[in-house]
């Protein structure tokens, strides 16, 4: 249960308006149990005394703010995350995507950049991937940095073969990356389909013509409205029977644009537009 008081109810709402205005980055929407637990986080390391001392602190502190931002925006991701939905993607979209002459991917909210790379590979190994432009977009300008590198740790590697594996792969992941000192640097022939862009879900605008948008675990910290707002804006990038795929805690059910989509796998969260896909 969320106890704030009143009056930090005031100051919390006061230090996301002053973000707001003096960053551009608009957080007054999350979903406000999540937002409140990552300020109170930072705040207990800032050794600071009110929240709004720390508002004071962000309008006058840059670099104070961008450690907030990482806070706030949670780039926790992994490569072929929940192995199932990969796997599902295989099976239940793929085929569709195979009967396109040309094939557009929105990753939004990409993080740091492993779910882009997953898709990738997928896409390669289904023949695909030389008749796709991906999409990979985020708020948070140095995860997005991450991502254009494509540089992860090898000690992560362990896991991410299990879930390619689990994701029904058959090659060897080895073979996507080279092992350098302690990382694994993607092989650039996954990168070259690959366009990397800040694209803020709140506040900035369609992106056309897509035939799947992959958004996972992030509408997640934002309030129904806002959701509202995005799937709003999903519906209009995506082309008639274009794929969306949310994370497996989110859902687009308990929206108005629920009619607007079929279930193509409710437990994999992955959804159609309504309406035959329409060839180039
Ligand atoms: C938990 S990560 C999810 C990464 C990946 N999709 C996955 O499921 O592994 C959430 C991502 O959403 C991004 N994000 C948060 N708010 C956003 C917004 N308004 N617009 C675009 N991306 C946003 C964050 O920066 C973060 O990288």
Redesign the pocket.
């Known amino acids: 249960m969320d106890e704030t008081s009143e009056n930090e109810k005031i100051e919390f709402d006061l230090l996301l308006q002053a973000i707001y205005q003096k960053y551009g980055y ?1 957080f007054r929407n ?1 979903s406000k149990a999540s937002i409140r637990r990552r300020i109170r986080h930072r705040f207990s390391r800032s050794g600071l005394k009110t929240i709004s001392e720390m508002q004071h602190k962000l309008l006058n502190d840059k670099q104070f703010f961008e450690v907030l931002l990482l806070d706030l ?6 490569m072929f ?1 929940d192995p199932s939905f990969f796997k599902m993607i295989r099976k239940t979209v793929i085929p569709e995507l195979k009967k396109q002459p040309f094939i557009r991917v929105w ?6 950049g ?2 882009v790379y997953s898709t990738a590979i997928l896409l390669n190994e289904e023949g695909l991937y030389k008749n796709t432009l991906i999409y990979a ?4 300008e140095a ?1 997005l940095d991450k991502a254009k590198k494509g540089i992860f740790s090898i000690d992560r590697m362990k896991d991410y073969t299990r879930n390619y594996r689990n994701a029904g792969g058959i090659a060897s992941f080895a073979d996507y990356y080279t092992a350098r000192y302690d990382h694994a640097i993607m092989d650039n022939s996954l990168k070259k389909n690959i366009v990397f862009s800040d ?6 605008d369609v992106f056309g013509e897509m035939n799947l948008i ?5 509408l997640i ?2 309030s129904c409205d806002l959701q509202e707002r995005v799937f709003g804006l999903f519906w209009e990038s995506l082309r008639s029977g274009g794929f969306l795929c949310l ?1 497996s805690k989110e859902t687009i059910r308990f929206s108005t644009y629920s009619d607007d989509f079929e279930n193509v796998a409710e437990g994999e969260k992955i959804y159609r537009k309504n309406g035959k896909i329409t060839l180039i």
């Open positions: 608009d999350y925006t949670v780039n926790v991701t992994e995350r990753h939004a909210g990409c993080s740091s492993e779910e977009t985020d708020v948070n995860v694209h803020n879900l709140v506040t900035d992959i958004c996972r675990n992030v910290y934002f994370g």
